[in-house]
């Protein structure tokens, strides 16, 4: 068996056969008994004044050594040999009353449909959105023109709103469910780097063949996709779920997996008009800030900043609230990244981040968020919804179309007028607007403070007239949450009911909504068999 051992550091100018020396120096061994490492984990070290590479490895020693003894001696440790990650299940008994239909093909949907026909389930996968080839067309003519397709977008199509995104994988390395996920994405073509890197990202030019490649899956194992097929509404008898309407025609089901995402608005207040528990809860808002990605490099590896070893870095802001103002931190840094429209309705600006595998842009740009609750829109179930919707509309007003309002980051730290940023990302341009006229006044106020105190000390510039600050990012989470069973994951009003993902209000990113699909769907295999 291998042993592992952490903490391997090597130059940033050293080859990775370097790894086999330094793992021989530390088990005390002659080079020739190391015959192989294969790296488990790696990460950048830019705290010293020169960057180093950090590995954990899992060494093969010859035969003849006693790898008990060597790993004691190096403070290692002997582990089983690496096995793919699989999902035993034995499923149940009882019949389920008639096909799992999952509404949504964002990361929640695509990995419950995925369990659920791995065991014969035969899922429906409705999706109000395009498959990713014409998805990208209607994305590409919206960049290009301004003409936005309502279900067709950075928001709605197959693989979700994480689909344009920077494909982020935040996760815990002991969670073998998460282990089973990214497998699962380098089986559909996700580069094996995310199963190593301490910041793992999958990249926009690459996330779309991912999911298409996922969906491919899913029907090859007999599930099934309906795209351009929005949900309705709900059908009921006795209270309990049958299935499902869409426009004129109705869906039999036996179970619905609620996989709408953090943005489907109508369908929430759908789903309240048929009494579905919903509650709201707090969530974060608060603004894009991008700057040239030299800037950003040379703060966190300055002389060495450009070197081909060191990947585009990610950054995390953190400001402690402080005299009656609010606490502030950084959310989704893209380095190399572009800042985007996230938005579904004509008469709203929302702003997110994205990049590509490379991050090889010119700008990095990352949320910088405020929380916000009752005391600021109200204790009513949609409050926190119209609280979104006002913010959106405000910065549509501003500019009277799909342009951001932005301001240099001196202006906004000072609050006065000034010129538009000369350079953005942003697709659709920029406008010059003071930003105080759109944010709510305890989310500008926290937002000046972190960055004149905090963030500006820790990154030189980062409030300084490089720093482009567009308005408004709203749609972190969800405002609202589809209220289930702990146990049994059912709504608790609906029973057949299973709300997944970021848009259940349990989950937000990537991962944990991959994840919180492929829980629901475990808890069905475990409880049902699928119908003959």
């Not at 959310?331 to 595998?357: D, L, Y």
Request: aromatic share 6%.
């Amino acid at each position: 068996m291998p042993v592992q051992l952490q903490n391997i550091r090597l130059d940033i100018d050293a080859e990775q056969a370097e790894l086999l020396h330094q793992a021989a120096g530390r088990l005390g061994l002659p080079a020739d008994e190391v015959l192989s490492a294969r790296i488990v984990h790696r990460a950048v070290d830019a705290r010293g004044r020169r960057p180093a590479l950090v590995y954990t490895i899992d060494v093969e020693l010859a035969p003849h050594v006693n790898e008990a003894s060597a790993a004691e001696a190096a403070g290692g440790t002997v582990v089983a040999e690496p096995e793919d990650p699989l999902l035993e299940l034995e499923p149940g008994d009882e019949p389920l009353p008639g096909r799992p239909v999952i509404i949504g093909a964002g990361p929640a949907g695509l990995c419950a449909g995925y369990l659920l026909a791995q065991f014969g389930f035969r899922p429906l996968i409705l999706e109000r959105g395009r498959a990713v080839e014409q998805r990208k067309k209607d994305i590409g003519r919206f960049f290009r023109t301004g003409e936005l397709d309502p279900e067709s977008n950075l928001l709605f199509g197959l693989g979700g709103a994480g689909t344009w995104s920077d494909g982020k994988l935040r996760w815990q390395r002991s969670d073998p469910l998460a282990r089973f996920f990214l497998h699962l994405l380098v089986r559909c073509g996700a580069d094996d780097d995310i199963l190593v890197d301490a910041k793992p990202h999958v990249g926009t030019d690459v996330l779309g063949t991912v999911m298409a490649e996922l969906a491919g899956l899913i029907e090859a194992a007999g599930g099934e996709f309906r795209f351009e097929c929005c949900f309705d509404h709900l059908a009921l008898e006795g209270g309990r779920l049958t299935g499902v309407r869409c426009g004129d025609e109705t869906i039999e089901a036996g179970a619905v997996l609620l996989g709408i995402g953090h943005s489907a608005r109508d369908t929430v207040r759908a789903l309240s008009d048929q009494a579905v528990a919903i509650e709201p809860r707090p969530f974060q808002v608060g603004v894009r800030i991008e700057h040239p990605q030299e800037l950003i490099d040379r703060a966190q590896y300055g002389e060495y900043a450009g070197h081909p070893a060191l990947p585009a870095p990610e950054y995390t802001l953190r400001h402690k609230a402080r005299g009656g103002w609010r606490s502030v931190h950084s959310f989704c840094t893209c380095p190399g990244g572009t800042i985007v429209p996230a938005t579904h309705r004509p008469g709203e600006v929302c702003t997110n981040g994205m990049s590509t595998k490379a991050r090889s842009g010119a700008f990095s740009n990352t949320a910088l968020v405020v929380a916000v609750g009752p005391d600021d829109f109200g204790g009513g179930r949609f409050d926190g919804m119209k609280f979104q919707e006002r913010l959106e509309r405000a910065a549509f007003a501003a500019t009277g179309s799909f342009t951001a309002p932005a301001q240099r980051a001196n202006d906004f730290l000072r609050d006065v007028s000034g010129p538009a940023p000369a350079r953005t990302s942003y697709p659709l341009g920029v406008a010059p607007v003071r930003l105080s006229e759109i944010l709510p006044g305890a989310v500008y106020g926290s937002l000046v403070r972190a960055l004149g105190m905090t963030f500006d000390r820790v990154i030189p510039g980062f409030a300084g007239e490089q720093g482009t600050v567009l308005a408004p990012e709203a749609r972190v989470s969800s405002p609202v949450r589809l209220v289930r069973h702990e146990e049994s994951r059912e709504s608790v009003s609906t029973p057949g009911l299973y709300p997944i993902g970021e848009g259940s209000g349990y989950a937000g990113g990537i991962v944990s909504s991959a994840l919180d699909g492929l829980r629901t769907a475990r808890r069905i295999v475990r409880a049902h068999r699928p119908v003959e």
